[in-house]
């Protein structure tokens, strides 16, 4: 079991930045796979980035990648997207999730939305 809790959305213009933060409790962090999900106004939700739990391994969709660096902290818990050279298309709520496999999230935290203006 772990609950997640996402912080640092907000509003930039296009080609700013945004730091991301998904801080979770729980005895049993080191142990998930971290990822970032994003749903935007109308549509599904999309895949961003996610990350192993040991940080051997990285992924991002490719509609981010090299604009977005995904790292964790195992002994703080936390998990952090920096999200750079953001575009209107980043316009989201995004989701932090836990799972033992990427892809397969079992826990979710409530969403921090980004708007991106033009």
């Known amino acids: 079991q772990v609950d997640l809790v996402e912080s640092g959305g907000g509003w930039v213009q296009a080609g700013g930045s945004l730091s991301l933060s998904c801080v979770a409790s729980?005895?049993?962090?080191?142990?998930?796979?971290i990822g970032w999900i994003r749903q935007a106004p109308g549509k599904e939700r999309e895949f961003v980035s996610a990350?192993?739990?040991?940080?051997?391994?990285?992924y991002y969709a490719d509609s981010v990648k090299g604009r977005f660096t995904i790292s964790r902290d195992n002994a703080e818990k936390t998990v952090s997207l920096q999200m750079n050279s953001l575009k209107p298309e980043d316009t989201a709520i995004y989701y932090c999730a836990a799972g033992d496999y990427i892809g397969e999230w079992d826990y979710w935290g409530q969403g921090t939305q980004v708007t991106v203006s033009s």
């Open positions: 990350i192993s739990w040991s940080r051997a391994n990285t």
């Open positions: 729980g005895d049993s962090f080191t142990r998930y796979a």
